[in-house]
């Protein structure tokens, strides 16, 4: 067989879409895509309406991102900063939809697996370093979203009197996950009822949070101030850097990279999919993540800036001094249970997450038995709450170190963006194909030079002093 035959071959398995055991019903989804295409013509009404009820990996996106980093950065700046930082979190989210845009555009055009396609069109390199990067973020992740969750559940025994040992926490929730993430690529109606269980626990975490703010109260006139896009100029600077940048490397993660258009695949979304995935992305993840993050930061800075002396302020601890505001019990434990479902939902889909990577390094089928088995890979994070008492505190950290390997992934689509034989006749020409091109190579030098120049100015020296300080 000659070379070029056997590049053919490749091509045309790449082009097959994902490996899947139990695949969609091909005459559902082709039913779905012709209402798809009536529904170019809609109202935006009743386009909105379909379009709700077909959301879901959107959705899978902000339940992960709306994890621990995101929670310790958020309740950090607020109990730092006050209001200030209230542009982060959504100029992050709005950095990373530019990307995961241009993610859903390659994968729903060309029908390619990504790793695949950007180890064939961008560089092997590339490839490999944003599969790696997904999978060591996903593991090292685990261990504070354990002490998360544990301490969370911990502290809700504690307001109503019970003394709950968080390692014994840690194997419910691990318990917990292995049963959810293990319901993913089962069947399509497994696939849909683990999205709206997602869907479900995103709304319930924006609920807790708005409940402790609609009892805490909101200055309009500090929010307004907060999203001016100002920098703190009252206390350290590097505290203010390092928010900063955990935010804008927590709100899109290399792992969610991953994810998101293998979740596409795994839904068998083509062509017809491709505004419907624009929706979803702005609907499912935009808007939860931003109300969450602002939330959470509200929260803190209404109650604990005034009284806030330090580096970093755990979580259980941020619900112990709300419990004044909004009461011992209730209040308190409902502060809990949005960190809780934020560190629960991030869990199992860490655990997706590395059942993808892993399916594409071997070449196993979605929803396998090895694929499943696979999904295990990051649970001895499930000791988090044993080895370090206080582990939450490396989320800052972590969401810098595993932002390291998300330029070259970002750099990966950049490159198949603009390429030709990738693309083909769905390459975006014009003013509009540069100006979104433009965009992402500025999204991913800026990662670069933010990310070097904070690891040169403040990096080793300020965490050998951050951990020291906040570890157990």
Known sequence: MSGRDVGGDRLREMQRGLRMAHPPDPEALAAEKRDLTELEKASPLRRTRAYLKLSGPGYMQSAMTLGGGTAIASLGAGAAFGYKLLWVAPTAMLLGIVMLTAV????????????????????????WAWAIGALLSSIIWHFPQYSLASAGLVDIGAAFGQTWQPQYMSFVILAWAIGLSTLYGKSPTWVRLYERLLKYMVWGIVLCFGYVVFKTGVDWSRVAEGLT????DSREGV??????????????????????????????????????????LYVGMLIPYVLATGLILIASANTLYDDFAGDSIAAVDAAQSLATVIGPRLG??????????????????????CGFVATELFGWEVGSRKHQLAMLIPTPGVLGPVLWTKLVWLAVPTNIVCGLFLPAAYL?????????????????????????????????????????????????????????????
């Open 412 to 472: 990966g689509f950049t490159l198949l963006q603009r390429n030709e034989q990738y693309m083909g006749s769905d390459l975006v020409r014009g003013p509009r194909g540069r100006i979104w091109f433009l965009a992402m190579l500025g999204i991913t030098v800026f990662m670069v030079v933010f990310l070097g120049w904070y690891m040169m100015q403040y990096g080793p020296g300020y965490f050998d002093t951050y951990l020291t300080s906040t570890d157990g």
């Open 229 to 232: 896009f100002q920098l703190p």
């Open 239 to 280: 505290a203010a850097v390092t928010l900063i940048l955990s935010g804008l490397s927590a709100a899109v993660g290399v792992n969610m990279l991953f994810l998101y258009p293998y979740s596409l695949l795994a839904r068998g979304w083509g062509r017809e999919h491709r505004r419907l995935a624009r929706f979803d």
């Open 104 to 127: 859903s555009h390659q994968t729903l055009s060309t029908g390619m697996r990504p790793f695949d396609a950007m180890a064939r069109f961008a560089g092997k390199p590339l490839a």
């Open 332 to 353: 308190r434990s409902i502060f809990d249970l949005g960190l809780i479902g934020m560190a629960l939902s991030s869990i199992s889909l860490q655990m997706l997450t």
